[in-house]
């Protein structure tokens, strides 16, 4: 006789959060006085990760540099520098297109007490004033910006301690990262109290804000793809860009639009990268490093949501603000790696710099949960395929300068 040992069937998150998404617009539309009763999960699961983002924030950022490997090497440096240009300039696209196609939201609570900044000296003011904040404070009152300054400073600290010293710390990044994956598996639950609690309340209007958001979202990652890497990658190398970043995107792209994670496109690029004939020792250091700090979707997700909760509120945004916003959402894109939820997580990181309460913030990162099912894989296939991109770019134009020489 036989015992079938098979596995039991399980589905993965982003189908869950889909049946969760349809579930709670049917509730909505059949029963809406259930609809809204359901709410009360989606409240839950936003103050879950309320929770759990703060200590997340400062510890993430502390262990990642204080384990970061120093770079060596001639070639990694115009790599690294390629990878913050390419973010920032992603998060410039972003705040752009959120004031060309301004989003607004539909969130559940009151928004009370939102005041707009009489200017960037006065945002500049409350952002110092937040970087110097007490750390236990800032815990408490989810001051990201002041945990985001705090973390740095403890990674450069800890960059001199001892090996042990800093596995620990690496240890406890870990540790609070997996409890947030918990978090994470009920975004399913999450979402279906969210949809169904909105939709009942305001009808399938919501739905149409929803896809708006994802339009704008998705739109600013393609036009990063599809015109500004080959800027940059037309500046570099002073040749045809587009059969290198389409093979980038054909190749690199799909896979990580499917598997949703950086990390796991690693091989996937390794590969393209033998292929393309680029040395070893470079793409083996910096297509890890890549996955690590190159977040150019990540960036476009954090300026587009902050901005739309922006919009959302009323909060009139002048230029220099938006600019500001543009390099804190890179930063804060350079730790969303390795963070379940990754760059949806650091948007009340960039939420403080308008006075906006953390409870709005994670209203909206729950909304992007919501578009999440599109949004990530994007997201992921812009991010891992620039790794590639830039590596192979660098590449081309050492090697034409050495053939020059």
């Given at each position: 006789?036989?015992?079938?040992?098979?596995a039991?069937?399980?589905?993965?998150?982003?189908?869950?959060?889909?049946?969760?998404?349809v579930?709670?617009?049917?509730?909505?539309?059949?029963?809406?006085?259930?609809?809204?009763?359901?709410?009360?999960?989606?409240?839950v699961?936003?103050?879950?990760?309320?929770?759990?983002?703060?200590?997340?924030?400062?510890?993430?950022?502390?262990?990642?540099?204080?384990?970061?490997?120093k770079?060596?090497?001639?070639?990694?440096?115009?790599?690294?520098g390629?990878?913050?240009?390419?973010?920032?300039?992603?998060?410039?696209?972003?705040?752009?297109?959120?004031?060309?196609?301004?989003?607004?939201?539909?969130?559940q609570?009151?928004?009370?007490?939102?005041?707009?900044?009489?200017g960037?000296?006065?945002?500049?003011?409350?952002?110092?004033?937040?970087?110097?904040?007490?750390?236990?404070?800032?815990?408490?009152?989810?001051?990201?910006?002041?945990?985001?300054?705090?973390?740095?400073?403890?990674?450069?600290?800890?960059?001199?301690?001892?090996?042990?010293?800093?596995?620990?710390?690496?240890?406890l990044?870990?540790?609070?990262?997996?409890v947030?994956?918990?978090?994470?598996?009920?975004?399913?639950?999450?979402?279906?109290?969210?949809?169904?609690?909105?939709?009942a309340?305001?009808?399938?209007?919501?739905?149409?804000?929803?896809?708006?958001?994802?339009?704008?979202?998705?739109?600013?990652?393609?036009?990063?793809a599809?015109?500004?890497?080959?800027?940059?990658?037309?500046?570099?190398?002073?040749?045809?860009?587009?059969?290198?970043?389409?093979?980038?995107?054909r190749?690199?792209?799909?896979?990580?639009?499917?598997?949703?994670?950086?990390a796991?496109?690693?091989?996937?690029?390794?590969?393209?990268?033998?292929?393309?004939?680029?040395?070893?020792?470079?793409?083996?250091?910096?297509?890890?490093?890549?996955?690590?700090?190159?977040?150019a979707?990540?960036?476009?997700?954090?300026?587009?949501?902050?901005?739309?909760?922006?919009?959302?509120?009323?909060?009139?945004?002048?230029?220099?603000?938006?600019?500001l916003?543009?390099?804190?959402?890179?930063?804060?894109?350079?730790?969303?790696?390795?963070?379940?939820?990754?760059?949806?997580?650091?948007?009340?990181?960039?939420?403080?710099?308008?006075?906006?309460?953390?409870?709005?913030?994670?209203?909206?990162?729950?909304?992007?949960?919501?578009?999440?099912?599109?949004?990530?894989?994007?997201e992921?296939?812009?991010?891992?395929?620039?790794?590639v991109?830039?590596?192979?770019?660098?590449?081309?134009?050492?090697?034409?300068?050495?053939?020059?020489?």
């Amino acid at each position: 006789m036989t015992v079938s040992t098979a596995a039991p069937f399980r589905l993965g998150l982003v189908p869950q959060i889909l049946i969760g998404l349809v579930a709670g617009t049917v509730l909505a539309l059949a029963w809406p006085s259930a609809g809204q009763a359901v709410g009360l999960l989606g409240e839950v699961f936003i103050t879950a990760l309320k929770s759990v983002a703060p200590i997340l924030v400062l510890v993430l950022v502390a262990a990642s540099i204080a384990n970061q490997p120093k770079a060596g090497g001639g070639h990694i440096k115009p790599i690294l520098g390629l990878y913050l240009i390419g973010t920032l300039a992603a998060s410039l696209v972003g705040v752009t297109a959120s004031f060309l196609f301004p989003t607004t939201l539909v969130l559940q609570q009151a928004v009370e007490g939102a005041a707009a900044p009489s200017g960037v000296g006065a945002v500049l003011k409350t952002l110092l004033m937040s970087v110097f904040d007490n750390p236990i404070r800032a815990l408490a009152n989810a001051n990201y910006i002041g945990l985001l300054a705090w973390g740095v400073a403890l990674g450069l600290a800890l960059r001199q301690a001892g090996d042990t010293t800093r596995k620990v710390v690496g240890d406890l990044s870990r540790a609070i990262t997996t409890v947030v994956r918990w978090v994470i598996m009920l975004a399913p639950l999450g979402v279906f109290g969210i949809v169904a609690s909105t939709l009942a309340s305001t009808g399938l209007g919501a739905l149409t804000d929803y896809l708006h958001l994802l339009a704008v979202l998705v739109g600013a990652m393609l036009f990063v793809a599809l015109v500004v890497n080959p800027l940059i990658v037309l500046l570099v190398t002073r040749r045809n860009p587009y059969p290198l970043v389409l093979t980038c995107l054909r190749e690199s792209g799909i896979t990580a639009f499917f598997t949703r994670s950086s990390a796991a496109n690693i091989p996937v690029n390794m590969a393209l990268c033998k292929k393309l004939g680029l040395h070893e020792e470079t793409y083996s250091v910096a297509i890890p490093l890549g996955a690590t700090i190159n977040m150019a979707g990540a960036a476009v997700t954090i300026s587009v949501l902050t901005l739309a909760a922006v919009n959302t509120l009323g909060i009139a945004v002048d230029l220099p603000t938006a600019l500001l916003l543009s390099v804190l959402a890179a930063i804060a894109a350079c730790g969303a790696s390795g963070v379940p939820g990754g760059s949806l997580l650091l948007i009340p990181l960039a939420c403080g710099l308008f006075g906006i309460s953390d409870s709005v913030a994670m209203q909206v990162v729950a909304i992007g949960f919501v578009v999440g099912v599109v949004q990530d894989s994007a997201e992921t296939a812009l991010n891992s395929s620039t790794d590639v991109v830039f590596t192979a770019a660098v590449s081309q134009r050492l090697e034409g300068d050495s053939a020059q020489g």
